[in-house]
């Protein structure tokens, strides 16, 4: 499901490596080796290195990971560490790999180009939409999530307990879906979840369904966004929720059910 490009202020934050630091002086080398390997940076948008000290979040996805056509803050995935910092966890922010539009395949170039750095502690995986709407194969698009999944787990430190997977929205019940087949994309979607699910299972991961709350859209125009298609910060605020259970049990060790 494609739109118009993501404004500057909602672009992928990724992780950096030691080639982008700015070395001060010589005598400050050895001390800035030994801090580089504990830190992040959002360097798409320019900003300086920071020490982490927290709970590492990798959040992957497309435009429902970046939260198009909302705040930053509006994200589910930022409204969801929020939730668990509120309980005590010091999580950071999420660093997300996302973009409006993308497909499985295309993720995976960008997960190639940005080279995050684990381990996390957790990941969050939600992609397939836009493989829908395209029309692209089932099985294709089975092959191209198993692999995700797998990478999401090594990701994780290779503990699939580690890794969360959500389901795929119904765009269908939105406006911009009017004059459209609603019950063709719904059947698709269920068909294309009902895959996720599986992949998601076979790998040991969690995985989260979102479909159903997404439909309350139908008749809640207030849980979807201005631009008729995407979420509201209301409706991220419900999949936060529904997230969080399995988020605190990968944080627990993934041990938990």
């Not at 490596?17 to 001060?24: H, K, Y």
């Not at 320019?46 to 939260?67: H, N």
């Not at 699939?160 to 087949?181: C, M, N, Q, Y």
């Not at 809640?220 to 409706?235: C, F, N, Q, Y």
Request: aromatic share 6%; with cysteine.
């Amino acid at each position: 499901m494609e739109v118009d490009a993501v404004p500057d202020d909602q672009e992928p934050v990724v992780l950096s490596d030691a080639r982008n630091q700015v070395v001060l002086a010589a005598s400050l080398l050895a001390a800035m080796l030994a801090i580089l390997p504990s830190c992040s940076s959002k360097s798409l948008r320019g900003e300086p290195m920071r020490q982490t000290s927290g709970i590492r979040f990798l959040a992957l996805g497309d435009s429902y990971t970046i939260g198009e056509s909302i705040s930053p803050s509006g994200r589910w995935t930022v409204q969801l560490a929020a939730i668990l910092r509120d309980q005590g966890i010091p999580i950071e922010d999420p660093t997300i790999i996302a973009k409006t539009g993308w497909t499985t395949d295309e993720l995976a170039a960008a997960i190639d180009a940005a080279q995050p750095a684990g381990p996390f502690d957790l990941v969050t995986l939600l992609i397939g939409v836009n493989n829908q709407y395209r029309g692209r194969a089932l099985e294709e698009y089975r092959d191209q999530l198993r692999d995700l999944i797998e990478r999401s787990i090594g990701f994780a430190g290779g503990n699939a307990r580690r890794v969360v997977v959500l389901s795929i929205p119904d765009w269908g019940v939105t406006p911009f879906a009017e004059g459209r087949d609603r019950e063709k994309i719904a059947r698709e979607i269920d068909a294309f979840n009902a895959v996720k699910r599986e992949e998601a299972e076979r790998a040991g991961a969690h995985f989260v369904d979102i479909t159903p709350y997404s439909r309350k859209a139908a008749g809640d125009p207030g849980l979807t966004a201005l631009d008729g298609l995407h979420p509201s910060g209301r409706m991220y605020t419900e999949w936060a929720r529904l997230a969080r259970p399995s988020a605190q049990s990968a944080l627990a060790g993934g041990d938990q059910k």
